[in-house]
């Protein structure tokens, strides 16, 4: 009989993130004002994001061992209560001259609760789900991320600017104690590993299992990985530098048309991973080929809108949906690389493959926006330079990585 998509515990799992992405959306977007009030740098609160973004890095792998070693469930409960209470907290010492000071420590506190919690939300779902399930699982996932990231921000803009800091960060909190709730009623019925000697052996022992099991038994699985970092590398230095960028500085449009392009990107992204619950059971891993070039064939457009005399909304209608082309081929190959990487990952090592994964995308992000920040300044009077390489490279490696994964 044919597994349910929407089964209990997976229900709760949904419920939960809708909650806790829904809390995360409106606290970061909160501080981000607060601290733009503050100091008036963007700058300042980009930095303490870049700051804080290293213990999710450097910890990541240790969440994955935990994540294999203990209750899942008990994980993500504890981590969610301890967020709640952590942002309850800063919000009560957050006065005075020391508002920067509480904001830094809630942010790096926030990355190292994430570092542990991530790996675990994500080996949930094989434990939940099984088959094509896991994939369609992953698509449902990612909609809720970004039905959030759509409408968080707006509805947290309107909270912040009628109630100020606090309050947002008091409902914030509450939506982690309510996640945490959902997420105590989840029975994912595995037993963990148990440990054998000590912490110091156990954490050598984990690292270097997982780690001969991606490099040696399942190199498709690494391979997998590396693409997933080196598409986040280039999407995300395109769109998240490239696009405020050519927006505002080349082609000289106000802020309303930033926004316009985000929503539309956050809607191509929900389209996406409704493009992935449909092609599942139909695009096979080899495919994603295929899906890797076409978010290389979207860049170029971009790039080749340049070429001609067109007026700037005109240009900007052309980039917008060539990135929105783009941002759809990127959700589907997100979800099916995460969901081949989890389907070929036994039970006991999925949480420290799945630590890996968010770590190396984690790192290829900044190092991508670094790398685009530097060539669009360069070149900021032929972005077509840019843009077309970029999308020629993206096609070769989808051409390259052209193999079909077991």
Same mark, same amino acid.
């Given at each position: 009989?044919?597994?349910?998509?929407?089964?209990?515990?997976?229900?709760?799992?949904?419920?939960?993130?809708?909650?806790?992405?829904?809390?995360?959306?409106?606290?970061?977007?909160?501080?981000?004002?607060?601290?733009?009030?503050?100091?008036?740098?963007?700058?300042?609160?980009?930095?303490?994001?870049?700051?804080?973004?290293?213990?999710?890095?450097?910890?990541?792998?240790?969440?994955?061992?935990?994540?294999?070693?203990?209750?899942?469930?008990?994980?993500?409960?504890?981590?969610?209560?301890?967020?709640?209470?952590?942002?309850?907290?800063?919000?009560?010492?957050?006065?005075?001259?020391?508002?920067?000071? *509480?904001? #830094? /420590? $809630?942010?790096?506190?926030?990355?190292?609760? +994430? !570092?542990? @919690?991530?790996?675990?939300?994500? &080996?949930? =779902?094989?434990?939940?789900?099984?088959?094509?399930?896991?994939?369609?699982?992953?698509?449902?996932?990612?909609?809720?991320?970004?039905?959030?990231?759509?409408?968080?921000?707006?509805?947290?803009?309107?909270?912040?600017?009628?109630?100020?800091?606090?309050?947002?960060?008091?409902?914030?909190?509450?939506?982690?104690?309510?996640?945490?709730?959902?997420?105590?009623?989840?029975?994912?019925?595995?037993?963990?590993?148990?440990?054998?000697?000590?912490?110091?052996?156990?954490?050598?022992?984990?690292?270097?299992?997982?780690?001969?099991?991606?490099?040696?038994?399942?190199?498709?699985?690494?391979?997998?990985?590396?693409?997933?970092?080196?598409?986040?590398?280039?999407?995300?230095?395109?769109?998240?530098?490239?696009?405020?960028?050519? *927006?505002? #500085? /080349? $082609?000289?449009?106000?802020?309303?048309?930033? +926004? !316009?392009? @985000?929503?539309?990107?956050?809607? &191509?992204? =929900?389209?996406?991973?409704?493009?992935?619950?449909?092609?599942?059971?139909?695009?096979?891993?080899?495919?994603?080929?295929?899906?890797?070039?076409?978010?290389?064939?979207?860049?170029?457009?971009?790039?080749?809108?340049?070429?001609?005399?067109?007026?700037?909304?005109?240009?900007?209608?052309?980039?917008?949906?060539?990135?929105?082309?783009?941002?759809?081929?990127?959700?589907?190959?997100?979800?099916?690389?995460?969901?081949?990487?989890?389907?070929?990952?036994?039970?006991?090592?999925?949480?420290?493959?799945?630590?890996?994964?968010?770590?190396?995308?984690?790192?290829?992000?900044?190092?991508?926006?670094?790398?685009?920040?530097?060539?669009?300044?360069?070149?900021?009077?032929?972005?077509?330079?840019?843009?077309?390489?970029?999308?020629?490279?993206?096609? $070769?490696?989808?051409?390259?990585?052209?193999?079909?994964?077991?």
């Amino acid at each position: 009989m044919e597994q349910k998509l929407f089964t209990k515990n997976f229900m709760l799992l949904v419920l939960g993130q809708i909650s806790s992405l829904f809390g995360n959306y409106i606290l970061r977007l909160a501080l981000s004002m607060y601290v733009l009030e503050e100091t008036g740098s963007a700058a300042v609160f980009a930095g303490i994001l870049s700051v804080a973004a290293v213990p999710a890095i450097v910890l990541s792998p240790f969440g994955g061992i935990l994540a294999d070693r203990a209750d899942k469930r008990n994980i993500m409960v504890a981590l969610d209560m301890l967020t709640g209470i952590t942002v309850f907290f800063a919000a009560v010492f957050l006065y005075g001259g020391r508002g920067l000071g *509480v904001i #830094s /420590i $809630l942010l790096v506190l926030l990355s190292v609760f +994430g !570092a542990f @919690e991530t790996p675990t939300v994500q &080996a949930c =779902i094989p434990s939940m789900l099984s088959g094509d399930n896991i994939v369609k699982g992953n698509a449902v996932v990612n909609q809720v991320a970004s039905l959030s990231y759509l409408t968080a921000p707006m509805l947290g803009g309107v909270l912040y600017a009628a109630v100020g800091l606090k309050p947002v960060m008091y409902a914030s909190a509450g939506c982690f104690f309510i996640t945490a709730l959902f997420e105590c009623f989840i029975e994912l019925g595995v037993q963990p590993k148990r440990c054998r000697g000590n912490i110091v052996s156990v954490v050598k022992y984990d690292f270097l299992t997982s780690i001969r099991f991606i490099t040696k038994e399942r190199a498709d699985i690494l391979k997998m990985l590396l693409l997933a970092a080196l598409s986040r590398f280039f999407v995300m230095g395109v769109t998240l530098v490239g696009l405020p960028f050519i *927006v505002r #500085s /080349i $082609l000289g449009l106000d802020a309303k048309y930033y +926004g !316009a392009a @985000e929503s539309m990107l956050a809607v &191509a992204t =929900i389209l996406g991973s409704i493009a992935a619950g449909f092609l599942t059971g139909r695009l096979k891993s080899g495919g994603l080929s295929v899906v890797l070039s076409a978010i290389g064939i979207c860049i170029i457009p971009a790039g080749a809108a340049f070429l001609f005399p067109l007026r700037a909304v005109v240009t900007y209608a052309v980039i917008v949906a060539a990135f929105c082309g783009m941002q759809i081929a990127i959700s589907i190959f997100s979800i099916f690389a995460v969901s081949m990487i989890q389907q070929n990952t036994p039970e006991h090592l999925i949480g420290k493959v799945m630590a890996y994964t968010s770590a190396i995308t984690m790192c290829a992000q900044p190092v991508g926006q670094m790398a685009y920040g530097f060539l669009f300044d360069c070149f900021r009077q032929d972005v077509y330079l840019v843009l077309i390489p970029t999308g020629a490279v993206v096609c $070769l490696l989808g051409l390259l990585s052209a193999e079909r994964y077991d």
